[in-house]
T-cell receptor, first 112, second 115 residues
Framework: GESVGLHLPTLSVQEGDNSIINCAYS??????FIWYKQESGKGPQFIID?????DKRQGQRVTVLLNKTVKHLSLQIAATQPGDSAVYFC???????????FGKGTLLTVNP | ETGVTQTPRHLVMGMTNKKSLKCEQH?????MYWYKQSAKKPLELMFV???????ENNSVPSRFSPECPNSSHLFLHLHTLQPEDSALYLC??????????????FGDGTRLSIL
């Protein structure tokens, strides 16, 4: 079956730096992508989404980039703060299928 | 506050016990989901309900029994569970179960430990 994976399981950055979290997907029919943040002891929290007819979308301090050619998704966090420390994972929806497929996640640690 | 509330937050039970997990959403959504989250594994979809009707059972063992009395409430009844069922059980909701592009919104989960 189709799967969504992450290049880096852990990422450690200094406070104030920019963070980039990557995600690879294999279903070329995927048309919708979501980034979630999961803090310790909490459920996944929606951060930002992007449709396949776009290649970039910006939110507050976050930007999602979609490269359909290489089936790659990234989440950029500007001026990373200690409160950004969490597991981040991507999810994709494949075309006519309403189900979301989730990646395993990347642990982001922000050092003060 | 996510708009999706799960109770209890923690549950420890023996393999012969019967317990239920509860989920309530205050977002006006019509679709609700149960997921299992185990360590170092991606989220696993268990059940999907759309307008109170079950639309998906992802080959879940019968010791897990879902119930959806209305679009705002979802239960997961547990009986004779196994140690490998220990995990975080997450409830989510979305406006509809369709092919439209809508994020699912999650509760904070029930941490289940089977003795």
């Amino acid at each position: 079956g189709e799967s969504v994976g992450l290049h880096l399981p852990t990422l450690s950055v200094q406070e104030g730096d920019n963070s980039i979290i990557n995600c690879a997907y294999s279903n070329s029919a995927s048309d919708y992508f979501i980034w979630y943040k999961q803090e310790s002891g909490k459920g996944p929290q929606f951060i930002i989404d992007i449709r396949s007819n776009m290649d970039k979308r910006q939110g507050q301090r976050v930007t999602v980039l979609l490269n359909k050619t290489v089936k790659h998704l990234s989440l950029q966090i500007a001026a990373t703060q200690p409160g950004d420390s969490a597991v981040y994972f991507c999810a994709e929806k494949g075309g006519s299928n309403y189900k979301l497929t989730f990646g395993k996640g990347t642990l982001l640690t922000v050092n003060p | 506050e996510t708009g999706v509330t799960q109770t209890p937050r923690h549950l420890v039970m023996g393999m012969t016990n019967k317990k239920s997990l509860k989920c309530e959403q205050h977002l006006g959504h019509n679709a609700m989901y149960w997921y299992k989250q185990s360590a170092k594994k991606p989220l696993e979809l268990m059940f999907v309900y759309n307008f109170k009707e079950q639309t998906e059972n992802n080959s879940v063992p019968s010791r897990f029994s879902p119930e959806c009395p209305n679009s705002s409430h979802l239960f997961l009844h547990l009986h004779t569970l196994q140690p490998e069922d220990s995990a975080l059980y997450l409830c989510a909701s979305s406006p509809l179960v369709t092919v439209t592009n809508q994020p699912q919104h999650f509760g904070d989960g029930t941490r289940l430990s089977i003795l």
